[in-house]
């Protein structure tokens, strides 16, 4: 069982969160800074500017007590030196060690849908393969294995880490080959971790069909009918989640602290 202790939130944290410029990483970002102590440090990755400029101003307004950092970088490329340049920078420039935090949290959120208009039978191209799989795990694998040189074992008193997983993880869907297989292949990545690391907090969240433009692209570009009108459907029904449910229900996974190190949590377990 993950040994947070009821006390997840309220520490002084050091947090870094992917794919945070929108969607579920921009809320994670502001919700998740609100429950910080105060000289938290946030760092907050994606490629828009403008997008990780507005999330800092979120944050900011949600506690003006933690510092935040952006850095525009394009994940698909997995550089592991710019990768420990960034982490270090971000501590060295706010005049902090790793050592001043009690907890290290890293939210690996980003992703892409990848082409949803292609069927697995016609994935010929190892060029496209090679595309999806640097962002959604070469780069993931690559910039959770700097963070953990920055924050090792006994840095500080909790170290979680975060995988953005989903159902697509363990269920196929029609059309998303890419999207399915690069989940799958990311959340037994994390799996492997937890195994590995006993004192890391691994957790695979997945946070159920939730209104972004990532569930858009694949409304607007899938190939398959049946999935299209499934989607389609969470839309029209209002089913489908919004940010902030989401948001609000990973805050209570983390704070109940009561996941196997590397199990799989969706929005809809009990
Ligand atoms: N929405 C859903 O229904 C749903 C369901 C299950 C799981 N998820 C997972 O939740 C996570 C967030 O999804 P979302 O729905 O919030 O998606 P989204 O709205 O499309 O946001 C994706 C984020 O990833 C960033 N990103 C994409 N390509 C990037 C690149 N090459 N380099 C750096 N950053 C990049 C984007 O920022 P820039 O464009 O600024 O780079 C953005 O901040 C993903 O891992 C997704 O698979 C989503």
């Known amino acids: 069982m993950a040994d947070l202790k009821k006390r997840f939130w309220g520490q002084r944290t050091y947090c870094l969160i992917t794919g945070a410029s929108r969607g579920i990483g921009q809320k994670f970002a502001t919700e998740f800074s609100r429950r910080f102590a105060a000289n938290s440090l946030l760092v907050l990755m994606a490629r828009s500017e403008s997008g990780l400029v507005q999330t800092k101003e979120l944050v900011t307004n949600a506690n003006a007590g933690v510092t935040t950092k952006i850095y525009s970088v394009d994940l698909s490329k997995p550089d592991p030196e710019l990768f420990l340049n960034m982490i270090q920078t971000s501590l060295t420039d706010s005049g902090y060690n790793p050592a001043d935090f009690a907890v290290s949290l ?37 910039l959770n294995s700097q963070f953990l040189k920055v924050f090792p074992e006994g840095s500080v008193k909790q170290r979680t880490v975060v995988n953005v997983t989903s159902l697509c993880a363990t269920k196929p869907f029609k059309s998303m080959g890419y999207y399915c297989t690069g989940k799958a292949s990311r959340e037994m990545f994390f ?62 996974v983390l704070e109940n602290g009561k996941f196997e190190s590397g199990q799989h949590v969706d929005y809809y377990d009990e």
């Not at 959120?109 to 799989?133: A, H, I, L, R």
């Not at 907090?201 to 209104?211: C, E, K, R």
């Not at 694949?218 to 029209?236: H, P, Q």
Request: hydrophobic share 40%.
């Open 191 to 252: 799996r492997v971790l937890a195994e590995e690391n006993p004192s890391l907090n691994v957790l695979n969240y997945a946070p159920g069909p939730v209104d972004t433009d990532m569930l858009l692209e694949v409304i607007s570009s899938t190939g398959d009918a049946d999935i299209k009108e499934m989607f389609v459907n969470l839309k029209k029904t209002e089913t489908i989640l919004t940010v902030d449910q989401t948001t609000e229900r990973i805050i209570k």
């Open 106 to 142: 890293i939210v690996h959120n980003v992703g892409s849908v990848g082409d949803v208009s292609e069927v697995t039978s016609n994935m010929s191209c190892p060029e496209k393969w090679q595309e999806y799989f640097s962002l959604n795990l070469f780069s993931v694998a690559c």
